[in-house]
């Protein structure tokens, strides 16, 4: 997942950012990766502050979440409790994503117009 700003964010020339939005198609057409996008001014974002990741590990141990600071050290959680937070946040995002047809046509309509 993704905000809409990111499909639009100058990283690098025209063609680097026109193959980054190509290179996402493709992982979803070829690789059924699931991509969804939050589009602007989404009310009740729980993220505005920054983004966090929560890797699971399937029966090898508990989540651990990471959240994302631009200055100083990174942070990792691995109480039950940290995590859940994480994670129902991560819920609520979805909820307010667009669906993965709308961030598909989304994204391809941003390479389109690129």
Known sequence: MF????LHAAVGSPEVMHGQRAHV??????????VQVLPH??????ELGGGFTVF?????GGPVGFSNVVFGPSTYYHDQSDTEIMLRGFDHLC?????????RELIEKTLESS
Do not use: W
């Not at 905000?3 to 990111?6: F, K, S």
């Not at 992982?27 to 990766?33: E, F, K």
């Not at 699971?56 to 090898?60: A, P, R, V």
């Open 3 to 6: 905000t809409e700003d990111a």
């Open 25 to 34: 198609l493709r992982l979803i057409d070829d690789n059924g990766a699931i």
């Open 41 to 46: 001014g989404v009310y009740q974002n729980p």
């Open 56 to 60: 699971g590990f399937g029966d090898k």
């Open 95 to 103: 909820e307010l994503a667009l669906s993965l047809e709308e961030s």
